[in-house]
C-alpha cells in the first residue's frame, strides 16, 4: 500500500465506513509517520467532532421570524394590489384614449382668444362668424360622448355578421329604434343627465363671469389695444 | 438524495395559501438547522440570527420556486449557504471566533476538549467559504453528499474533493498546533500561514 491509497483509506474512514482490511493499511502506517500522523490527526478530529453540537437558537427566535415573515407577507400583497391598481387604471385610460382615437371624432371647434368668447369692446366680430358660446361647447362635447356607446354597440354587432356566410344569418333587422334604441336610451341616460347638469350650472355662472370679464377688460385698456 | 416527503410538500402547500399555523410549523421544523448552519459559517451569533431571518423571509419569499419532486432540507440548507457566503462577502473580513465553547455538551471533560474544539474551529475559519460549508453540512449536519451537491448545486464529485481537502486542511492545522499526541508541534505551517 502506498501513500495515496492510504489517504483514501482515511477519507473513507471519516465518511464513516469501515475499513474492511486494515492489515495492508497497518503495515503501512508502521513505515510512514507522515500517514502515521494523518491517522492520528483524524482520530482527534473524530473525537472533537462528536463533541460538536448544533447551536441553539435564540428562545424567542423562532416567534421573531414568524411574525417578520407575515409582516413582509402582507407588505408584499398591499404593494402587489396597489401596483394591480395602477397598472388597471394606466389600461382604462389607455382604453379610454383608444377609443376616442378609433370611433372618429366630431370636427374640432375652432378655439379663439378668449378676450372673443366674451365680447365687451365696442369692436366684437359679427354674430354669424363668432365661435361657439361655452354652453354650446358643454353641449356639443356632452353629445358625443353619449354618441359613444351607441357607435361601439353597432360596430360591435357588425363585426360577427361580416364574418359569417350570409346565407346562415337570418335576415335581421337593422340596428335601429326597435332593438337597440331602449338599451341605448339606458345607457345613455346618465350621460344626457349629466350633460343637462353642466349646462344648468354653467348658466348660473354665466352672467357673473361676463361681468367679471368685462371689469377686467376695462381695468386693462392695454391689452384691449393688443 | 433523500426522498420527499408528502408531509413536506402538504406543509409547502399550506404555507403558499398563507396559513400563518403552517409557517410557524416550517420556522419550527428548520429554524435548530438553519440557525446552526449561520452560527458555523459565520462564526458569530448576532451575525447568525440576523442572516438567518433574512434567510426564513428569502424561504417563503421564493416557496413557490421549490421544486416538490425535490427534497426541501437540502433546498433551504443551499438558501442559507448561500446567504452566508453572501453575508461574508459583505462583511467583508475573515469569520470572527464563535463562542464555540457554548456550543460543546452540557458536561465539558476535564482534558484538552476544549482547546481542540477551539482548534478545530479555529482551523475551519481558515477554510475557503466553499470547503467550510461542505465539511460543516457532512460532518455537523450529517447530510450526505448527493443532498449537499442539491443545496450547492455542484456535481457530487466536486462535493467529494471539496470535503477532502477540507478536512486534509484541517488534519493538517491540528498537527502544526501539537494536537496530535506523540507528534511534535511543527514550528512553521507548512503551507505559509501564520499561526494564530
Redesign the interface.
Known amino acids: 500500500m502506498n501513500c495515496s491509497q492510504c489517504?483514501d483509506l482515511l477519507?473513507l474512514q471519516?465518511d464513516g465506513d469501515p475499513v474492511a482490511d486494515r492489515s495492508p493499511l497497518d503495515q503501512h502506517l508502521q513505515t510512514c509517520p507522515d500517514c502515521r500522523?494523518?491517522f492520528?490527526?483524524?482520530a482527534?478530529?473524530e473525537?472533537?467532532?462528536s463533541?460538536?453540537?448544533?447551536?441553539?437558537?435564540?428562545r424567542d427566535?423562532?416567534a421573531?421570524?414568524?411574525g417578520?415573515?407575515?409582516d413582509?407577507?402582507r407588505l408584499?400583497r398591499r404593494t402587489r394590489r396597489r401596483w394591480f391598481a395602477g397598472a388597471a387604471l394606466a389600461a382604462s385610460l389607455l382604453l379610454a384614449v383608444a377609443l376616442k382615437f378609433t370611433t372618429g371624432r366630431p370636427e374640432p371647434a375652432v378655439v379663439q382668444p378668449t378676450t372673443q368668447y366674451f365680447p365687451v369692446a365696442a369692436t366684437h366680430p359679427a354674430k354669424e362668424s363668432a365661435p361657439p358660446s361655452p354652453i354650446e361647447l358643454v353641449s356639443q362635447s356632452s353629445s358625443v360622448v353619449a354618441a359613444l356607446p351607441r357607435r361601439i354597440v353597432q360596430e360591435a354587432a357588425a363585426v360577427p355578421r361580416l364574418s359569417l356566410p350570409a346565407d346562415v344569418l337570418p335576415e335581421l333587422p337593422p340596428m335601429g329604434a326597435e332593438t337597440a334604441e331602449p338599451a341605448l336610451e339606458q345607457a345613455t341616460a346618465s350621460l344626457n343627465e349629466a350633460r343637462q347638469g353642466m349646462s344648468l350650472a354653467w348658466q348660473a355662472v354665466e352672467s357673473p363671469v361676463r361681468r367679471a370679464t368685462g371689469v377686467w377688460s376695462r381695468m386693462t385698456p392695454s391689452l384691449q389695444k393688443q | 438524495v433523500t426522498d420527499v416527503s408528502a408531509e413536506d410538500v402538504a406543509l409547502v402547500q399550506r404555507c403558499l395559501r398563507?396559513e400563518?399555523e403552517a409557517?410557524?410549523l416550517l420556522?419550527?421544523r428548520f429554524?435548530?438547522?438553519v440557525?446552526?448552519l449561520c452560527?458555523?459559517l459565520l462564526s458569530h451569533?448576532h451575525d447568525?440570527?440576523d442572516v438567518?431571518?433574512e434567510v426564513?423571509?428569502r424561504i417563503?419569499?421564493s416557496l413557490r420556486r421549490w421544486d416538490p419532486s425535490r427534497p426541501l432540507k437540502p433546498w433551504i440548507m443551499g438558501i442559507t449557504v448561500n446567504r452566508c457566503r453572501t453575508w461574508l462577502s459583505q462583511r467583508g473580513r475573515r469569520p470572527e471566533l464563535?463562542d464555540y465553547l457554548?456550543?460543546?455538551?452540557a458536561s465539558?471533560p476535564a482534558d484538552d476538549?476544549a482547546e481542540?474544539?477551539h482548534?478545530?474551529q479555529l482551523a475551519l475559519d481558515e477554510l475557503r467559504p466553499e470547503y467550510r460549508s461542505v465539511f460543516v453540512l457532512f460532518?455537523?449536519?450529517g447530510q450526505p453528499y448527493e443532498d449537499i451537491a442539491v443545496a450547492l448545486r455542484r456535481p457530487v464529485g466536486t462535493i467529494k474533493t471539496w470535503l477532502?481537502r477540507a478536512?486534509?486542511e484541517?488534519?493538517?492545522r491540528?498537527?502544526r498546533r501539537g494536537?496530535?499526541?506523540?507528534?511534535p508541534q511543527a514550528p512553521e505551517s507548512l503551507d505559509g500561514r501564520g499561526e494564530r
Not at chain 1, 463533541?51 to 435564540?58: G, K, Q, S, Y
Not at chain 2, 494536537?179 to 507528534?183: E, I, S, W
Open positions: 489517504q477519507q471519516l500522523g494523518l492520528a490527526a483524524a482527534r478530529l473525537e472533537g467532532l463533541l460538536f453540537t448544533i447551536p441553539a437558537p435564540p427566535f423562532a421573531a421570524v414568524v417578520a415573515v407575515l413582509d407577507q408584499r | 398563507g400563518a409557517i410557524r420556522v419550527d429554524q435548530a438547522e440557525y446552526g452560527v458555523r451569533r447568525a440570527e438567518a431571518q426564513f423571509l417563503f419569499r464563535a457554548q456550543d460543546t455538551a465539558p476538549s481542540l474544539l482548534e478545530i460532518h455537523e449536519h477532502h478536512r486534509l484541517v488534519l493538517d491540528l498537527r494536537m496530535v499526541a506523540g507528534l
